[in-house]
């Protein structure tokens, strides 16, 4: 929120996101998440969270986005919830969008896109929700779905007016406040509620005085927290937070931070929202008005020293950051305060679900890693999460994953792109083999492109992986396709930068694992092979029609990421499961269609090489439980292709 | 079972147990367990771990006990359990005496005997009933107490009819089937049934024939399985089996084996069973019938010998040992046989319980280690046992320790004996430290005697202790009283032969741990060293009024043996708890008053010295989270001395 009256302008005026960025900025594994690393910031309530950092002085930040007004859009959005996540916000917000539908299900909605970043992006979120023009049922209606859907926070404006002019309805939602009512009357402490401070005082008040006291009302109403409209200067927000305390308002007021991003954003902005440029400001930038990287740096260097003063007054514990839906120079501000967290610390290996029903979940099956997305909208509709154990008793019920329009789970390239990367025309196997070679090597393939993605994995390699590289080059060239793989660990560091996880002072562990597609003639090689291999390596084989050979004991899951910490009981969040892998496999082999088959003509000689595959290959996974020594899967396969010789 | 009319001879025969063996032939920690590894093997049904025995090749024995007839007799036996249980039998059977009020609560009934095999010594066990004289509602209350207390195995019994000769009666039980048929009805499959097979045909059957035919009767009422009374040449149950199959017995049929132990005993026993003792054998015992000792050698010599030549026809797959409660004869045959397993791997490091509802408890606090029978006691209401995780939301609701005179809770050594291990007359804190120090060391106290048990101990230090014993001597000549501990293990094989545990290639872990009683003079500057450790070192450390000091996070509880299984999640099985710590607290507090100072006349110094410590000193815990580098336990103590002085 920038002020009640600018939502409107804000999504006109930056809907175009700066798509530049989509994915391959980031060599960041998409499965490696980027919450706080404490249990409790898992359980607790973000009225809490923002409590225990005061108390540990522990500065933060949040960050201000606004819906998208198209699909494409919304996907590079949410990659940007991925990538700025990773910064360590205490949490985003989303604006409502009273012309846009904001409760429906379109893609675009406010509602969407919060439930995308709390579900699917692990995000702490508040989504802002307006009252005036709308009936009580609809509003129930919204929060209630808003429930459903695992948010937890709201921050309750009043919204615009139909007409120019104000009219005050009978029994209506004629101000904030009376949201702030009716959600506590109606759900109780369920959300907690945020509501918006006007440091200059709201342009339609009487006075700054009367409009604090509005303020203090909405505060006793059942808000839990402020955060204010944007202002120029810091000494402006510090009186406002004084006399705020002195009429007894003693929650959170947390600055809304505005770094000036461009000439005409700003005009707009300040007219919308009814504030005033300083003179000292307009000075500067009007000279350089037509110089966008000028403005931006002054923009930058205007924010980093007003933060800067707030967080020396000692007052301030937190900064709220109205990014526009822009990357560039909040990030910047955040890296130059010393508040973006290069390597925050992951509390599991994967990206936790904010949904406070996976509160508890702290195991997963390794097969979705590098699509956590697909796995979390599999198991929506599950009751419990597994805790502790996978268990072969959890009997797996994943939903079927025909869905693959779906904005959150789609491919962030272009048709166009994905043709220049996995081949215009495919000549035969040994051209699919060349395909996945290029994304391990990072090389271009034979017309000049990087693979930057693959069916299976929308992001470059991770750094994980990049341990394993010249290896999966040299298996890659010769049909072993390898779509998920780790290293093994024997005992390192919670906090290694690479593989570390979960509370400092603990030890992190890693079974060796490797997962690919294989041809019929590999597979009977291989079997072979693991015959030599039978108490050390576990293996599932399994073909699209379900032909499934295993030698996993009693069908039991295998534990292949796990954490020992201190005054903790042990944490294994990734096992290698029988059961579900024959979900994964109708998902991995449904990938070759739908992502690369269909991008051919139908009955074209390269739609049929891929449609060959998918029909006679196999999906293969290995583990190697004698995670001390040496990996030897590796070995397995050279043992392989040397009986194949 | 010998022979349905033999069971009160060997009751007074041999109910005077060879007690010379009581506890101290043994340094294994009672805390350490003797079931088969497989965790197939506590989730089947003892017909079905027949059944794999005989698929895999793998020969097994099993092991006849009747009741005692005094309560310490009963606590002899319970040792026993847990001495022979070592060896790995497949099950253990009680006999059944109708004189001795078998279904009764008594210490010394078989139903008891029964239960704490089951319960407190984890061992499948065969539950003997008879049926004759009486009434349907007495069995059926036999049977359903039998189930509640966790029982599976019934072997179904004629007894002896009540005088001299044998009235069949309507309408009851006159015979061993009608018992089969009536389990059968009430309880369908619940229980698997054995029943009694005669060699030579039962004395009083019309003939060899028609008692086969009686067999296969009870068999075909459901009976799973035939233990056969005691034969004298192998031949005599070779042609016995064969003249089963060929009348469509299919089951196994086990030969029950009786090594002669002495010659009076041979006597009384083939008076009984009315069989006859082949020529061969008289001639060679008539002569030498008062050596006891050479009665015995012939005696295994003989079962050897004829063991063998069973288990090379390939016709039998396991051995049913008559052990008339004697421990060494039948040790020694199974030894000289190579069924005895002198290093029978263990499922997890503490002996689990055979009662069904805690098939699948895996974990435990590692406070009771050495007084499993208690926690297994202490938690016998619990519906529900931890599984994978201790959980801090597991709210352990204990039992209260009140009942100290229970059998299987009691220690072996007799008062008199305690008291020269324990001092008869203490002259302060400091000989009581000595007690401690003598038991760690095994050297005797300053009157000669050695100190093997201890209240909270009644087994000689385990051979993992051992490991620690020249730290724990230093630390008890000062007034740390340790009571329980384990060194960190960094990855040893699971097949170590000393920490080892779980199914073969895995590894297993532990972090260091101690537990003592100390002054508060000791603990106040133990809590000021502990701050250099905060973030390395957990503790609780706790009084008997229950001042509770302890850092573990969020009352968490804390993993200290975990270990890592090819193709398994990873099993945890003790944990340091602080809920149940302070349940532990309470009786590990009140054994010092129950199990020493009530040794000691009121208002005597001896037992004012124990009450002192009582009441005054702290039991602590402490774990090092570090479990790769070296214990850092001995330095936090010793640099709580060097801040004493």
Redesign the interface.
């Known amino acids: 929120m920038v002020n009640e009256t600018q939502h409107t302008c804000s999504a006109s005026c930056s809907s175009r996101s700066d798509g530049s960025s989509s994915g391959s900025e980031s060599s960041k594994d998409s499965s490696r998440c980027s919450t706080p690393v404490l249990?409790?910031d898992r359980h607790e309530r973000l009225r809490e969270k923002m409590r225990r950092r005061q108390e540990a002085g522990d500065k933060w930040f949040s960050l201000e986005f606004f819906p998208p007004r198209t699909a494409n859009a919304a996907v590079n959005l949410i990659s940007r919830f991925d990538r700025m996540g990773a910064g360590g916000p205490l949490f985003i917000d989303v604006t409502w969008h009273p012309a846009g539908d904001p409760g429906s299900d379109k893609e675009t909605s406010s509602m969407i896109i919060a439930n995308t970043a709390v579900n699917y992006c692990g995000l702490e979120t508040i989504l802002h929700m307006t009252c005036c023009n709308q009936t009580k049922d609809d509003i129930t209606g919204h929060l209630q779905k808003a429930k459903r859907l695992g948010l937890k926070n709201i921050m309750a404006l009043r919204g615009d007016p139909a007409g120019e002019e104000w009219e005050e309805e009978v029994d209506g939602f004629n101000h904030a406040v009376d949201l702030v009512k009716h959600i506590r009357s109606e759900f109780d402490d369920y959300f907690d509620i945020c509501v918006a401070g006007y440091p200059k005082g709201h342009p339609e008040a009487e006075s700054y005085e009367a409009d604090l006291r509005h303020l203090k009302e909405k505060v006793f109403a059942g808000a839990d927290f402020i955060i204010t409209q944007l202002f120029f200067r810091p000494e402006t927000f510090l009186r406002f937070m004084k006399d705020c305390q002195a009429i007894g308002i003693t929650c959170p007021i947390i600055p809304g931070i505005f770094p000036i991003q461009g000439y005409h954003s700003l005009r707009q902005l300040v007219k919308l929202s009814k504030l005033e440029v300083p003179q000292e400001i307009k000075d500067v930038i009007e000279p350089i008005k037509d110089n966008d990287a000028a403005i931006r740096n002054y923009g930058v260097e205007l924010a980093v020293s007003m933060c800067r003063e707030l967080l020396d007054s000692g007052m301030v514990h937190g900064l709220h950051f109205y990014t526009l839906n822009r990357e560039v120079a909040t990030t910047e501000v955040l890296k130059r305060l010393g508040l973006w967290k290069e390597d925050p610390r992951r509390p599991l290996p994967w990206a936790v679900s904010a949904h406070p029903k996976r509160r508890v979940e702290d195991v997963r099956p390794i097969f979705w890693a590098s699509r956590p997305k697909s796995y979390i909208y599999r198991t929506q509709e599950w009751d419990d999460f597994p805790?502790?154990?996978?268990?072969n008793s959890s009997s797996p019920a994943f939903g079927e994953l025909k869905d693959y329009y779906l904005f959150y789970l789609k491919s962030k390239s272009p048709r166009e792109e994905l043709l220049k990367m996995w081949g215009e025309e495919l000549t035969g196997e040994e051209s699919v083999f060349e395909v996945f070679t290029c994304y391990i090597t990072g090389e271009p393939n034979k017309n000049g492109y990087k693979v930057t993605c693959m069916p299976w994995n929308d992001d470059p390699l991770a750094t994980e992986t990049n341990l394993l590289k010249h290896q999966l080059e040299k298996v890659n060239r010769r049909g072993i396709l390898t779509i998920n793989s780790q290293p093994n660990i024997?005992?390192k560091p919670s906090t290694d930068p690479i593989v570390g996880w979960g509370p400092s002072?603990g030890?992190v562990?890693q079974k060796a694992y490797l997962e690919f597609f294989a041809s019929s003639e590999i597979v009977t090689a291989l079997l072979k092979v693991l015959k030599k291999y039978e108490?050390?390596v576990?293996y599932h084989i399994v073909n699209v029609k379900g032909q499934n050979i295993t030698?996993?004991?009693?069908l039991?899951?295998?534990?292949v990421t796990?954490g020992?910490?201190?005054?903790?009981?042990?944490i294994?969040p990734t096992?290698v499961d029988p059961v579900s892998f024959l979900y994964w496999k109708d998902e991995a082999f449904a990938l070759w269609i739908e992502q690369w088959a269909k991008l051919y003509e139908e009955e074209s000689p390269s739609r049929m090489i891929i449609q060959y595959i998918h029909d006679n290959y196999y999906l293969v996974n290995l583990?190697d439980?004698?995670?001390?020594l040496e990996n030897c899967l590796w070995q397995v396969v050279d043992d392989t292709f040397e009986l194949l010789n």
Chains 1, 2 share one sequence.
């Open positions: 249990d409790a805790n502790g154990r996978w268990g024997n005992g002072g030890y562990f108490l050390r576990n030698n996993a004991p009693d039991q899951p295998n534990a796990w020992i910490f201190p005054g903790r009981e042990i294994q096992v583990v439980n004698d995670f001390p």
